[in-house]
């Protein structure tokens, strides 16, 4: 593994190491709040190392403390209410919240390995957090025009109701990939508040909604989430990508 100091500092030893056909992949699980700009300084160490043959790809499961970041399509009416340092970063998307009980997941691996297609990638991630919610039996789904995965809620909040449980923004580098997802799991919702979440809305002046798996009743913690996400993670993701489009309603 590289010996950058950062990535020593920053990311906590790994818990597995994963042999797939791309290579070794480690498993890090941070137990305390990282702040966002370490982490980054970290994802940007570790990708140089993963392009240059000195490190090994990985895949990161942390928390942030409360905070907005703001993605390469960010409007600037889109933050209603700066309450959280807010942070610019060069992954796609929009405006998003990070903070306790949601989990992150950043995905550093090397896509010359596994085919140059981010938009397959950005699928295959979709289809990874489907898997993992079907664990706790909720079905997530994905929408043309909203990145993400959804939950239609039209059953219990109304016709056509539907709420955003994960977010992904992905950034690329030398087919090396970085940033990734965010996973509610139990966040204060009401910090949502802020932002038009990913820029979307249901109407002219009506953010779509956000959920969580205890929100939706699911009494779930983050290490459970974290065993969901390891037993769902599979070799569309980690082996070769393919030519597959996303799951569509």
């Known amino acids: 593994m590289s010996a950058l100091p950062v990535i020593e500092e920053t990311l906590p030893a790994p818990v597995e190491v994963l042999e797939t056909p791309a290579g070794p992949v480690e498993w890090l699980v941070s137990d305390s709040p990282v702040p966002y700009a370490a982490a980054l300084a970290a994802m940007e160490a570790r990708v140089a190392g993963i392009h240059d043959g000195r490190a090994r790809e990985a895949i990161w499961l942390l928390e942030h403390p409360a905070l907005y970041t703001a993605g390469t399509s960010a409007r600037d009416g889109d933050l209603l209410d700066p309450r959280f340092p807010v942070f610019r970063t060069g992954r796609g998307g929009q405006y998003t919240y990070h903070g306790p009980g949601q989990r992150i997941a950043y995905l550093m691996l090397d896509l010359n390995r596994r085919g140059r297609d981010v938009r397959a990638f950005v699928c295959r991630m979709e289809d990874w957090v489907i898997a993992a919610l079907a664990s706790f039996g909720i079905r997530g789904v994905i929408r043309d025009g909203r990145v993400g995965v959804w939950v239609d809620r039209s ?26 997802l965010s996973f509610n799991v139990e966040p204060d919702l009401t910090h949502y508040d802020g932002i038009v979440a990913c820029g979307i809305r249901q109407s002219e002046t009506e953010p779509f909604g956000v959920t969580s798996l205890v929100d939706l009743g699911i009494p779930a913690t983050l290490p459970d989430v974290d065993a969901a996400l390891r037993e769902a993670v599979g070799p569309a993701l980690l082996d070769r990508l393919g030519t597959g489009h996303c799951q569509q309603d």
């Open 155 to 180: 059953a219990s909040q109304g016709p056509g109701r539907e709420d955003k449980i994960a977010a992904i923004g992905v950034r690329v580098r030398r087919w090396v990939t970085f940033h990734g």
